[in-house]
């Protein structure tokens, strides 16, 4: 399953263990919040973002309600009508929409 992991990046370890164990399961795993973004500026880091999000067959959120850009990521997914599978997520703002949408 191809998977793309978004969230807040304050939560780098935590992304990256989980990433680790999705490999080792035999997913191919996209963490876009870390890739090499120089040279794009802010349409392009959000374009990059859609290609991860379009080419996933599932998202996988990481959140705690401090990244806007991931509100921005998450209304793509929603756009796009993709499945969410919520990996950690503190309990905040926004986190009502989220688990509604994920049970989906």
């Known amino acids: 399953m191809n998977i ?3 969230g807040s990046t ?3 370890e935590k992304m ?3 990433k680790q164990q999705l ?3 035999g997913h191919a795993v996209r963490m876009p919040a870390f890739d090499d973004h120089e040279g794009m500026d802010e349409i392009g880091v959000c374009k990059y973002n859609l290609e991860a999000i379009r080419w996933a ?3 996988d959120v990481i959140w705690d309600a401090r990244s806007t850009g991931f509100i921005f990521d998450f209304g793509m997914c ?3 009508d993709k499945p969410i599978k919520i990996v950690y997520l503190n309990t905040k703002t926004f986190q009502n929409l989220l688990i509604k949408y ?3």
Request: charged letters at 40%; proline letters at 0%; a negative charge.
């Open 23 to 25: 490999e080792k399961e």
């Open 57 to 59: 067959d599932r998202i």
């Open 16 to 18: 990256i263990a989980y």
């Open 102 to 104: 994920a049970e989906e």
């Open 4 to 6: 793309t992991i978004i």
């Open 78 to 80: 929603f756009a796009l």
């Open 10 to 12: 304050a939560y780098r």
